[in-house]
Every structure is written in structure tokens, then in C-alpha cells.
């Protein structure tokens, strides 16, 4: 079954603005997790939120979580050129292998 | 920061024939597990491996695909006869433990390119 659908899909901003990313999911979930990739790379885990969190930060990075929408929302605050990627949402399955959405491509223009 | 490394970077194999994509996971990590990306789409849960068999697999991981752990530090990823929508990004990623903050860890890939 499909999980963690991406929106938009991509996402092109100057640098120094900020960049929102949003996920939906559709089954109940324990914690959603947000990956980047930059191309050509492996994925990087940037941050977890677990079901019973509202927000978290880690650095420039803003997660919120809405369990009763099924929806998260991934914030990068005064994006840099290095921000550049996909960027993908992903929730456990029942043996904690990950489930994957679409992703967003962001471009941050210099 | 201790890694995951895959081997190789791009693998160029004939339609019908067999390829085995390595990977060494963390040298601590218990928990092992194979995706792939097909070029633009989404990435795919293939296999999670655990105490040297199986626990988890999708429906794509049929009976050409398999995986081993052949010795301490390697974790393989055999396909037997390939086709060519097998052409995608293979990437392994290991963890730690069990539990839900468990994060995974990601090697850099392996191109797979059926011709």
C-alpha cells in the first residue's frame, strides 16, 4: 500500500526563503521520519517525529506532525544552495523496513 | 562516522544474466534491509534481514532475488536472471536495533543497468 505521499513535487525557491514540504500517509503510524537525497546519493535520515509529538527541530529543520490529518509538514528555514534535493517522508512497516513516499525535489536558486 | 558502503557504484549486466550487489553494513548494526529505486519513482522496501534469515519481504523480492550474509561484514543482494526493469537504483541501509527511534543508515547506491 501506498504511504507518505509528497507535496509539491517540486519546489523551486531563492536562496535565504524558506522551503515547506508536506507528506500525508494513510494507515496509523508510531513515528514518520524525513530523508534527504542529494542526486546521485544515498538517503540521509534528517529527523524523526514520533506519533505522540506535535513539532520538532533540529538545527534549520521545523517537522510538524498532524496524526488526526495524517499529514506531516518538513520546514528548512533560510535555505542554502546545499539544500538542494529530494526530500522523502517515510513510516515503519510492520517490520520497521520503510515505507516511502514520492518525494520533492527542491531547488534552491542562488 | 562508521558508514555503509555498496559495491559497485554502476553495474552494466546483460539481459538473463546474473548480478550480485555487496554491501557492508555498520559494523555493529543487527538489522539489514535492500530497497530500490526505480529513476523517477518512488523508492521500494525489497527485503529486511535479521539474524541470518529473512523477516520481511515485498512482493517484488520473488524467487530470482535472494540475499546472504556470507561472512561477518557482507550483506549481498543476488538477482539470477535480470530483466530490464530491474534497471534501477539498489541501496542497502542497516540499524542499529529494534525500537521505532532506530533510525536506518543509507549506502550511496548501486546503479544496476540491464541492457
Known amino acids: 500500500s501506498q504511504q507518505g505521499e509528497e507535496d509539491p513535487q517540486a519546489l523551486s525557491i531563492q536562496e535565504g526563503e524558506n522551503a515547506t514540504m508536506n507528506c500525508s500517509y494513510k494507515t496509523s503510524i508510531n513515528n514518520l521520519q524525513w530523508y534527504r537525497q542529494n542526486s546521485g546519493r544515498g538517503l540521509v535520515h534528517l529527523i524523526l517525529i514520533r506519533s505522540n509529538e506535535r513539532e520538532k527541530h533540529s538545527g534549520r529543520l521545523r517537522v510538524t506532525l498532524d496524526t488526526s490529518k495524517k499529514s506531516s509538514s518538513l520546514l528548512i528555514t533560510a535555505s542554502r544552495a546545499a539544500d538542494t534535493a529530494s526530500y522523502f517522508c517515510a513510516t515503519f512497516g510492520g517490520n520497521y523496513q520503510l515505507i516511502w513516499g514520492a518525494g520533492t525535489k527542491l531547488i534552491i536558486k542562488p | 562516522e562508521p558508514e555503509v558502503t555498496q559495491t559497485p557504484s554502476h553495474q552494466v549486466t546483460q539481459m538473463g544474466q546474473e548480478v550480485i550487489l555487496r554491501c557492508v553494513p555498520i559494523s555493529n548494526h543487527l538489522y539489514f534491509y535492500w530497497y530500490r529505486q526505480i529513476l523517477g519513482q518512488k523508492v521500494e522496501f525489497l527485503v529486511s534481514f535479521y539474524n541470518n534469515e529473512i523477516s520481511e519481504k515485498s512482493e517484488i523480492f520473488d524467487d530470482q532475488f535472494s540475499v546472504e550474509r556470507p561472512d561477518g561484514s557482507n550483506f549481498t543482494l543476488k538477482i539470477r536472471s535480470t530483466k530490464l526493469e530491474d534497471s534501477a537504483m539498489y541501496f542497502c541501509?542497516?540499524?542499529?536495533?529494534?525500537?521505532?527511534?532506530?533510525?536506518?543508515?543509507f549506502g550511496d547506491g548501486t546503479r544496476l543497468s540491464i541492457l
Open positions: 541501509a542497516s540499524r542499529l536495533g529494534q525500537g521505532d527511534n532506530q533510525p536506518q543508515h
